[in-house]
Structures are given as structure tokens and as C-alpha cells.
T-cell receptor, first 113, second 112 residues
């Protein structure tokens, strides 16, 4: 049974619209992450969270907000979607007990038109 | 500072051939390195973990080793299958719960 799930798996949004990507984990992990993957760039960290109700900026946070309402759930919010945010988004979780190995979800393919 | 270099961008093999991927890691500490694999349409998944202390790990027919002489980590498989076609990343472990740094990886294509 998948331990990190993401919804939706695919989404088409319009420029300037609001997009919310959701992530749910059943690993009982404290730490959660959002990455984006673009062709030619590998995975880049957007936001992460150590604990519920707290988020941290990653390497490319501009244009994104994050929300961690509970240990299990972590959302990525694009208030004003732009063409440059077309990418595949991955959520991951980890914990100190497993050497911070990260477990990834299946990804959300976002297309902004 | 720490830096990881994975020189091979693309590797093309036939089934049953030997796979070898090299990853050089410059660090002042005692690193742990993760090998992640990403199959088409999926998220990355942990394949192996290797430290400079234990020198090697193995999983699903893959073996990861650490070469002290060249400070390099290697991933190898004796006989690849078409299902091994994927992108393989060497990723240094952080000492804290910050995000991992993924490079471009090595795209392995195996043809029957």
C-alpha cells in the first residue's frame, strides 16, 4: 500500500489561477517535502516542513506557498499560477529514524496554459 | 563543501550486459550516499544506501560500493534487463532533515 499519495495526479490550470496540490503520508514521518522536476533540471526543493503548522523555504520557494495542517498532510499552493510553473511535482517524507531517507509520492503533472 | 559528480548522463545497453555507474563525492566528512532510481512516470525510490564505513550494499541485483582510493561510489549490476531502464541518481545524505540534492542522474536505457 502506497505510503505517500498525491492528488490530483494530473492537472491543467489557467495562468493567474489558484492551484493546490495535496500530499498525504502514512509513514508517521515528521518531515515532508515538495520538489519540482523539469526536463534538464533534476529535482529541486520548493518547501519543506519539520512539524505540523510549520513550513520552511527550500531552494526555489518564489511563487509557492506551503501548508502543513497535520503530520500526515502537506499542501503546495500556487496563488497565481504561471506558465513557468508547468512541471511535475513530487512530495516526499522522511524521518531521523531511517537516516533521513526520503520516500516519494507518484507525482502530480501540472500544466499551466 | 560537499559536491557530487555523476558524469555519465546516458548509458545504453543490451539485456544481460554489465552496468556500471560512477559517482564521485568530495566531502570533508564521512558520507552516506543514497542511490535512487526513477522509473518512467514514477517518483524516485530508494535503491541502495552505502556509507564509507560499510563500503557496500546490495538490492535487487544491484550492488553499491565505495572506493576509498578514488573517493568514488559505484553502482553496478552484472546483467541488466529491459525493466532496469530508468534514471539513477547518487544523492548524498544530509545530516539534517533538509531536502536532498538531486543532480541530473544517469539515464539507463536497456534494449532487448
Amino acid at each position: 500500500e502506497a505510503a505517500v499519495t498525491q492528488s490530483p495526479r494530473s492537472k491543467v490550470a489557467v495562468t493567474g489561477g489558484k492551484v493546490t496540490l495535496s500530499c498525504h503520508q502514512t509513514n508517521n514521518h515528521d518531515y515532508m517535502y515538495w520538489y519540482r522536476q523539469d526536463t534538464g533540471h533534476g529535482l529541486r526543493l520548493i518547501h519543506y516542513s519539520y512539524v505540523a503548522d510549520s513550513t520552511e523555504k527550500g531552494d526555489i520557494p518564489d511563487g509557492y506557498k506551503a501548508s502543513r495542517p497535520s503530520q500526515e498532510n502537506f499542501s503546495l499552493i500556487l496563488e497565481l499560477a504561471s506558465l513557468s510553473q508547468t512541471a511535475v511535482y513530487f512530495c516526499a517524507s522522511s524521518d531521523v529514524d531511517n537516516s533521513y531517507e526520503q520516500y516519494f509520492g507518484p507525482g502530480t503533472r501540472l500544466t499551466v496554459l | 563543501g560537499n559536491s557530487v559528480t555523476q558524469m555519465q548522463g546516458q548509458v545504453t545497453l543490451s539485456e544481460e550486459e554489465f552496468l556500471f555507474i560512477n559517482c564521485t563525492y568530495s566531502t570533508t566528512g564521512y558520507p552516506t550516499l543514497f542511490w535512487y532510481v526513477q522509473y518512467p512516470g514514477e517518483g524516485p525510490q530508494l535503491l541502495l544506501k552505502v556509507t564509507t564505513a560499510n563500503n557496500k550494499g546490495s538490492s535487487r541485483g544491484f550492488e553499491a560500493t565505495y572506493d576509498k582510493g578514488t573517493t568514488s561510489f559505484h553502482l553496478q549490476k552484472a546483467s541488466v534487463q529491459e525493466s532496469d531502464s530508468a534514471v539513477y541518481y547518487c544523492v548524498p545524505r544530509n545530516n539534517y532533515a533538509q531536502g536532498l540534492t538531486f543532480g541530473l542522474g544517469t539515464r539507463v536505457s536497456v534494449f532487448p
